[in-house]
């Protein structure tokens, strides 16, 4: 009865993060432009570019790009400004200026992508304007050292490791004795962890260092370019997503394409979560598509990335059972099985590409090494031992421990509840989809901002509440800010998540309400209802994309 309810309960909180009050037909005049004509409400088409907030965003990550040399995830012996005239940006008073005019710079950003989603909101803006705005604000991130993480360094060494003979599924970059170049730049956490993802992407780091040898600077962008296949593949799926979903191809892109958490964390980072996520939702579209087994193929291929895309596949064998003309139980087993046979199929071509074998499912313990409080079942046994402490002196260990087993009872239920739930196929499938890997996210030993986006890729392209939205908003900037630029881990740092909450809870009044500080006297709230665009007459035909900030 306890399991049950706390099932009950998980389950509605997580609805309740991708549900709308509002059914899909009646969103045309609410949520932007229609996902099929890109026109907006009955007051013409959204063809405006903010160009202002274009412009603001790009001016945001060319800081980032200026100080991340000294402020972000930078190399321990930089070719470029580790002993020249430009060196005092890495030390001292330099880095400490760097970091704030790098926080500057992602304050920018988020206010550009405020902007840009009240735009969104009121019709203003058609998705081809989105996507420009967000493509802007990435392109100067191309040639930027790692922000807020430093993980891409140990994808380079795990690259590497098999290029030197050595199973990057039994040891970690700290054995590449003689790359000094690579392993010294990896996270301590790292050094010694073998890696935990699959077989493609070892094969894409294998590559990568082959092509780029110890030259680090030159591995990080070509690891990002690379990664950013996956943002290719998550921006061409999108609109075909929302048509099936019921969405708004502007609010997807808003939410998917050109938030902090994709153009910061995923691609600023980089995350190889961003190749997850983009085979993830091109293989969704293509089993929604009836083109069944390529689109199995690619999220198996996102399996083989990250092993968090797999709860997504059984969620697919309905759609393609749905698909099917015969007695329910005959469509699933023949859906199930084909569905299997392609999904070993494709992992075993990737693992023999990769010349690696099956020892990154062992390896999947690694994240679990982290413990903070961005896992909920990590935190409540945190806090219970907390309040045991004060009296007994005893461990932290077994209280994380029984609690994250708790976490994992209770997603296998989620799963399992949903996974039946979603027998019937269709958008609603793909919803309770979203809500598992969310549930895969929050409730797994350990917890990473960026791990939130491997549902919200699905859940984007769904219709959408728009009260929800400055909640959206309020997350992504919190999430980003629980690291700090150079990648440490900030969830301690009390003062730091004090402030970091302050700003988050500021961004999210901001979506609704202009100068919500009433720093100038213009303090009032952009009510819902009236936040379409005012009838005018349509454009001179001369001037097709008028400036709309």
């Known amino acids: 009865m306890v399991l049950h309810a706390l099932v009950e309960t998980v389950c509605n909180l997580l609805n309740a993060m991708t549900a709308t009050t509002d059914p899909a037909p009646n969103l045309d005049n609410t949520l932007g432009a229609d996902s099929d004509t890109d026109q907006t409400s009955p007051s013409g088409p959204a063809t405006g570019m903010p160009v202002r907030t274009i412009a603001l965003g790009t001016l945001g990550t060319f800081l980032i790009l200026l100080t991340a040399v000294g402020a972000a995830g930078v190399l321990v012996r930089d070719p470029v400004l580790g002993n020249g005239p430009l060196s005092w940006i890495r030390y001292g008073h330099g880095k400490m200026l760097a970091t704030a005019v790098l926080y500057a710079g992602f304050g920018l950003v988020v206010w550009a992508w405020i902007r840009l989603g009240r735009h969104v909101l009121a019709g203003r803006v058609n998705a081809r ?31 590497a490791l098999p290029l030197q003979g050595m199973d990057p599924y039994q040891v970690g970059p700290a054995s590449l004795d003689g790359m000094p170049d690579i392993s010294q730049n990896v996270h301590y956490f790292w ?32 690891m990002r370019l690379a990664l950013a296949i996956g943002l290719a593949l998550l921006i061409w799926a999108l609109p075909g997503l929302v048509k099936h979903l019921g969405g708004k ?21 980089p995350h190889n979560d961003l190749l997850m996520v983009g085979l993830l939702a091109a293989g969704t579209l293509c089993v929604l598509n009836r083109k069944h087994v390529l689109g199995i193929v690619l999220v198996t291929l996102a399996m083989a990335v990250k092993a968090s895309a797999g709860p997504a596949l059984p969620f697919l064998v309905w759609i393609w059972a749905s698909h099917l003309n015969s007695t329910f139980w005959k469509n699933f087993l023949r859906a199930a099985a084909s569905a299997f046979a392609i999904t070993v199929a494709t992992f075993a071509a990737a693992t023999f590409a990769a010349g690696v074998d099956l ?53 296998v239920a989620i799963f399992v509840r949903q996974w039946w ?19 895969v996210a929050v409730l797994s030993p350990a917890t990473l901002p960026w791990y939130l986006t491997w549902g919200f890729v699905i859940a984007a392209a769904l219709p959408w509440d728009r009260g929800r939205f400055p909640l959206v908003v309020g997350t992504a900037v919190f999430l980003v800010l629980t690291y700090s630029p150079a990648g440490e881990d900030q969830l301690y740092n009390i003062p730091f998540m004090i402030a970091a909450i302050l700003v ?24 819902l209802d009236d936040v379409g665009p005012t009838p005018r007459p349509a454009p001179p035909p001369k001037d097709p994309a008028p400036a709309v900030d």
């Open 129 to 159: 304007a989105v996507l420009i705005a967000a493509l802007c604000w990435m392109a100067p991130l191309i040639f930027s050292p790692p922000v807020f993480t430093r993980d891409v360094y140990a994808y380079l060494g795990q690259g």
């Open 191 to 222: 050094q010694t962890t073998p890696a935990p993802y699959g077989p493609l992407f070892i094969l894409l780091a294998k590559g990568i260092v082959a092509t780029t040898g110890t030259n680090m600077v030159l591995g990080v962008i070509l």
């Open 249 to 269: 191809l502007p609010v997807a892109m808003w939410l998917a394409v050109a938030s902090p958490m994709t153009v910061v964390h995923l691609f600023g980072g």
């Open 359 to 411: 020892g990154w499912l062992p390896a999947l313990r690694a994240p679990a090494m982290i413990v903070n409080w961005m896992s909920p079942p990590t935190a409540v046994g945190e806090f219970l031992h907390f309040i045991v402490n004060i009296v007994f002196n005893v461990s932290k260990e077994p209280f994380v421990n029984v609690t994250r087993a708790i976490g994992i009872v209770l997603l």
């Open 421 to 439: 739930k979603a027998r019937h196929g269709g958008a609603d499938a793909m919803r309770r989809m979203a809500i598992v890997l969310l549930a």
């Open 504 to 527: 988050s809870i500021l961004s999210a009044k901001s979506l609704n309400m202009l100068d919500p500080l009433n720093l100038f006297g213009h303090k009032r709230r952009i009510e």
